[in-house]
Antibody, heavy 119, light 107 residues
């Protein structure tokens, strides 16, 4: 079955960088895109970006200067890297599969990984 | 950015009720509107995509409608397991954006 699982550092110091890995199973990254979405505590969902099956990316313009998404198809892993973290980057970070078919929906989600920015 | 507004942030209903949750886009999004359910443990699931298409495995008591700027999610015959927060999301233009969520509680 389709599964996505995020793994991250948990705690990041202010001004440092964040790296999160999304490991997928049950589908191939050569056929599906993967989105990243985050949710600050008690708040709503914010779309961060997507890496499409062909490897191209789109980012939320508000974060584009600090954000990078890449992948390793052979390892079934997608990577999120964000620079210069501040306290308002504290959030649950989710990866989610794009449904495909040009509907731009996220059909399966990981459980999320919590990131706290604090010294 | 295309702002998505869910004017009702919380909603209380009784088991067996028919519940409707609304979502409005600031710009026309055609039918590129998706609905998600987030359970209290943080688990997120797709319910409806492209306004009215039911995602695999989602109970038929969930349905969606609308077009352009105004959309709604309807849950007929509310069940205990439907306690969750519901988010809409537009997929018409980048960046994809979500509504603020509607938290559904049981009376």
């Amino acid at each position: 079955q389709v599964q996505l699982k995020e793994s991250g550092p948990g705690l990041v110091a202010p001004s440092q960088s964040l790296s999160i890995t999304c490991t997928v199973s049950g589908f191939s990254l050569t056929n599906y895109g993967v989105h990243w979405v985050r949710q600050p505590p008690g708040k709503g969902l914010e779309w961060l970006g997507v890496i499409w099956a062909g490897g191209s990316t789109n980012y939320n313009s508000a974060l584009m200067s600090r954000l990078s998404i890449s992948k390793d198809n052979s390892k079934s892993q997608v990577f999120l890297k964000m620079n210069s973290l501040q306290s308002d980057d504290t959030a649950m970070y989710y990866c989610a599969r794009d449904r495909a078919g040009n509907y731009y929906a996220m059909d399966y989600w990981g459980q999320g990984t919590s990131v706290t920015v604090s010294s | 950015d295309n702002q998505m507004t869910q004017t009702t942030s919380s909603l209380s209903a009784s088991l067996g009720d028919r519940v409707t949750i609304s979502c409005r886009a600031s710009q026309d999004i055609s039918n590129y509107l998706n609905w998600y359910q987030q359970k209290p443990d943080g688990t997120v699931k797709l319910l409806i995509y492209y306004t009215s298409r039911l995602h695999s495995g989602v109970p038929s008591r969930f349905s969606g409608s609308g077009s352009g700027k105004d959309f709604s999610l309807t849950i007929s015959n509310l069940e205990q397991e439907d306690i969750a927060t519901y988010f809409c999301q537009q997929g018409n233009t980048l960046p994809y954006t979500f509504g603020g969520g509607t938290k559904l509680e049981i009376k």
